[in-house]
């Protein structure tokens, strides 16, 4: 397997010398980035020659994926704890303030969980946490600005980053911060788990596995319902995630009906694609971008007939656990596995149309305008906005659009992040975040 490494310089040898001593299955090229920015133009370039590539982390992957199609098997080295633990007890090594910290990139579960690991109680902790966005071309400007500005702020904090170009510029500006970096199992096992995706892709003698998915309608009373322009655009959002999805497993897609979808894969890349069913990146998906819901069923067989039966038979399970993303597996021995849920913190079994309402009970403002803000959200894949630039999108006056931001930020739904000043000049506009 040959296999592209698209790394910042301050880990590329650290990774090299792990997969050259570890690691005889595959040939390692190293592509070293000097800004994230820039692994774009290097993939753009180089990923056709290779049968997969190897990200640095999730953030440059994240970036990558959202400029460039994926042409081969693409990995990364995830953000795991190990690498925090490491770097927090370093810091405490050279006598750091563990317990006032300013950090990037990990969850604040993560956060947590290492501290109650090294017995820290967490209550004690004072966590200082960026959000990285990793769409956005300025991660590394804005997470510099916020580290510096917790260290101007507060005495005695300790930097903790994820982020190799924040920790080059704070170790040329000589303010102290300590790396989160993959370490040596977490280096194999990405590796090693990248070179399972790679068989299973060129096996051609995989078995057949068929998936039915079939989108819930909603009931005769939802809000959604009673709007067909927005139904449809719910129901278009939900097939591109299935086509992604299906994408990313190789699988052929039937269109059966207007709600119901047929993927034919392998057992093999779906195995591994879906960490043996614990972890199927579409019901997070559904989960984290859509109001409506599916069904899943997995069928196994000798043929794709017998595996398309099954898999029509799970979905009929899957379709009795009601308001939830749910998948059930029917392998060839008839034996049924399920349901498996989505490992997507948030979830729940409210019907589609509860969080809208939720908010306009909260506000005041009528579900009608919060529809049309999701839709703009949606629509244009953003969630920041002037009130112009919102008021254009949902065909409302710009009085109107101003009042109803005023309402939703009172409780938390809009946050104000900025001003922009039309043409240079005059009064500068809000620039609002959602928070829905």
């Not at 966590?127 to 260290?151: C, G, P, Q, R, W």
């Not at 199992?185 to 995706?197: A, E, K, P, T, V």
């Not at 392998?266 to 859509?290: A, C, G």
């Not at 005041?364 to 305008?369: A, I, L, R």
């Amino acid at each position: 397997m040959k296999v592209a490494l698209i790394v910042p310089e301050y880990t590329a040898n650290i990774i090299r010398n792990v997969a050259e001593e570890n690691l005889d299955n595959m040939e390692l090229d190293v592509m070293v980035y000097k800004n994230y920015l820039k692994a774009v133009e290097i993939v753009e370039k180089v990923q056709k020659r290779y049968d997969a590539i190897m990200f640095a982390g999730i953030v440059v992957y994240s970036f990558v994926k959202s400029h460039v199609k994926e042409e081969c098997i693409w990995g990364y080295f995830p953000l795991h704890e190990s690498s925090l633990s490491f770097a927090i007890l370093k810091a405490l090594y050279i006598k750091e303030n563990i317990k006032n910290i300013s950090i990037d990139t990990y969850s604040m579960e993560s956060i947590k969980e290492v501290y109650d690991f090294i017995g820290i109680d967490f209550d004690e902790v004072n966590v200082m946490l960026y959000d990285v966005k990793a769409d956005s071309y300025n991660i590394t400007e804005d997470a510099l600005k916020f580290h510096k500005n917790n260290l101007k702020n507060k005495d005695n904090i300790c930097i903790i980053t994820a982020l190799s170009d924040v920790n080059k510029q704070l170790n040329i500006e000589k303010i102290s911060c300590y790396m989160a970096i993959p370490t040596k199992s977490i280096i194999i096992d990405s590796f090693q788990n990248l070179y399972l995706r790679y068989t299973a892709k060129v096996n051609t003698n995989s078995r057949v596995v068929a998936i039915f998915i079939q989108i819930d309608f909603p009931d005769d009373y939802s809000i959604i319902s009673k709007n067909e322009y927005y139904y449809v655009k719910e129901k278009n959002k939900v097939t591109e995630l299935i086509y992604e999805f299906a994408n990313k497993i190789e699988a052929a897609v039937i269109e059966f009906s207007y709600n119901t979808y047929i993927l034919i894969s392998t057992k093999k890349i779906l195995e591994t694609e879906t960490e043996n069913y614990t972890n199927i990146d579409l019901l997070r998906s559904i989960e984290e971008n859509s109001l409506n819901r599916i069904s899943m069923g997995i069928g196994y067989g000798k043929t794709a007939s017998e595996a398309k039966y099954k898999a029509n038979e799970a979905m009929i399970k899957s379709k009795q656990c009601q308001n939830e993303n749910v998948a059930y597996i029917i392998y060839e021995d008839g034996k049924a596995v399920g349901p498996v849920k989505s490992k997507f913190k948030k979830k729940s079994n409210v019907k589609i149309d509860d969080k809208l309402t939720k908010i306009s009970n909260i506000t005041s403002v009528s579900v009608k305008k919060i529809l049309l803000f999701y839709n703009a959200i949606n629509t244009c894949k953003k969630n920041r906005f002037t009130a112009d630039e919102l008021a254009k999108q949902c065909d409302m006056s710009y009085r109107t659009v101003n009042r109803t931001i005023n309402k939703l930020e009172k409780y938390g739904y809009v946050e104000v992040v900025g001003k922009h000043f039309e043409d240079g000049s005059g009064r500068p506009r809000r620039i609002i975040k959602f928070n829905i």
